[in-house]
């Protein structure tokens, strides 16, 4: 195999990869990137066994072939080579030769053969997504899925697809147990092709997706099957296989009768909460709230540093009302919003709190209350 390459689209493959490729070495060949010859110029595809991504890059392909390397390793010399021009050329036992300017590498890897093939769904019914619509999905509720969670089915994000008349919606779910996100939006396209109209996505496939729509490059296609997910954007293919399992009945989280409403700034709230927080106990992050008329007071205390207490303005007209939360999942939660202005929606001290953003409607934050 021989071809010749643009450093920066070598790098852009490579760099698309890095954390889809497999480090703990449980399968050599997992933590190789396998780079193939292909019309248009060459391949480079990485995969966990769970993700699998794949991407044509624009290459002049004198020898067909194709050869696995290390992904750490050739994208540390990616990026360092001296010139803009690349030659990369594989000889007898996987060996490979990378010239650049003066520099010249070379390393061992392992043959194309050895990779794992990914799932093959080219032939599964494709509909078009609203690249934007999916991105805001998965940033604004991939925050509160969990992480290394017993309850496996949590540490996914809940998809579910729906066809309308004009359209589609989407809506996806994040949960912990201790804080819930959901967020439902209208978007383009025609949802009639899904088989399926519900999935868990793994929460690190969901955060690969979002990297490469952070690109904004080209269209978005989906295709959903029993096992598998599949994404197509231009000449990438991203392939991650679901969690099996019963997602929670998230809707019977949120609370209907919350009667208490409170308005704020949220970059106020946000200030004051983080300041509060800094003497709040590390292992829970615990912040008391007292809201009364036209105020609301933060404070935290720690028996080991001291206290914190602030008090800022806040649209509320109910009594006196005392709750504590953890101020982490409020920071997440308010993160991702958007919009100036916030409302929290709460009932009494034991009783968990919504969080929506002024303007932003089919968007909600839940977070559980904590004993202070």
């Given at each position: 195999m ?10 852009k ?10 480090r703990?070495?449980t ?6 990137v396998l780079i193939?010859s292909v ?7 990485a995969?966990?066994l769970?993700?699998?991504m794949r ?7 004198e020898?067909p072939?194709?050869i696995?390397l290390?992904?750490r390793?050739?994208y540390e010399?990616a990026?360092?080579?001296p ?5 990369v050329?594989s000889a007898e036992n996987?060996?490979?030769t ?23 769904m080219e032939?599964?019914g494709?509909?078009d ?6 991105r805001?999905?998965?940033r ?5 899925a ?12 809940f998809m ?10 989407l809506?996806v779910?994040?949960?912990d ?5 959901i ?8 949802a009639?092709a899904?088989?399926?109209t ?11 997706l979002k990297k ?8 978005l296609k989906m295709?959903l099957s029993?096992?598998?997910?599949v994404?197509?954007m231009?000449s990438?293919?991203m ?8 997602y929670?009945n ?7 009768d ?5 308005g704020v700034?949220k970059?106020n709230?946000v200030?004051?909460l983080?300041r509060?927080?800094?003497l709040s106990r590390e ?5 008391k709230?007292t809201?009364?008329?036209g ?13 914190a207490r ?11 009302l005392e709750?504590?939360?953890?101020a982490?999942y409020?920071?997440?939660?308010l993160?991702?919003?958007e919009?100036d202005k916030?409302?929290l ?8 709190c919504i969080?929506?953003?002024v ?6 934050c ?7």
């Amino acid at each position: 195999m021989r071809f010749r390459i643009k450093k920066d689209e070598l790098l852009k493959g490579l760099s698309r990869v890095q954390s889809v490729a497999d480090r703990r070495n449980t399968m050599p060949v997992l933590s190789n990137v396998l780079i193939q010859s292909v019309e248009g110029g060459i391949s480079i595809t990485a995969t966990d066994l769970e993700i699998g991504m794949r991407g044509v890059y624009a290459a002049e392909v004198e020898e067909p072939g194709g050869i696995t390397l290390s992904a750490r390793k050739l994208y540390e010399i990616a990026r360092e080579l001296p010139s803009e021009d690349v030659l990369v050329e594989s000889a007898e036992n996987n060996w490979a030769t990378i010239k650049s300017g003066s520099a010249v590498f070379k390393f061992s890897g392992l043959a194309a053969e050895e990779f794992p093939a990914l799932p093959d769904m080219e032939g599964a019914g494709f509909i078009d997504m609203d690249a934007h619509a999916m991105r805001d999905l998965i940033r604004k509720t991939i925050f509160a899925a969990g992480d290394n969670d017993t309850r496996y089915v949590l540490n996914g994000l809940f998809m579910t697809v729906s066809s309308e008349a004009g359209g589609m919606k989407l809506t996806v779910v994040g949960t912990d147990g201790h804080r819930l996100a959901i967020l439902a939006k209208q978007a383009d396209g025609d949802a009639s092709a899904l088989e399926e109209t519900s999935a868990i996505i793994p929460k690190k496939s969901a955060a690969e997706l979002k990297k490469l729509l952070d690109e904004g490059e080209g269209s978005l296609k989906m295709s959903l099957s029993k096992n598998h997910i599949v994404f197509k954007m231009d000449s990438l293919y991203m392939v991650t296989r679901l969690i099996e399992g019963n997602y929670p009945n998230y809707e019977q989280v949120v609370p209907a009768d919350n009667d208490k409403t409170v308005g704020v700034d949220k970059a106020n709230f946000v200030s004051a909460l983080k300041r509060v927080s800094l003497l709040s106990r590390e292992r829970t992050n615990a912040v008391k709230f007292t809201f009364d008329a036209g105020k609301a007071v933060l404070s935290s205390q720690n028996p080991e540093v001291g206290e914190a207490r602030e008090e800022m303005d806040a649209d509320y007209a109910g009594g006196e009302l005392e709750v504590g939360f953890n101020a982490r999942y409020l920071l997440d939660a308010l993160s991702a919003m958007e919009q100036d202005k916030v409302t929290l929606l709460l009932k009494d001290t034991l009783s968990p709190c919504i969080i929506s953003p002024v303007g932003e409607e089919g968007y909600r934050c839940v977070v559980m209350p904590m004993r202070i």
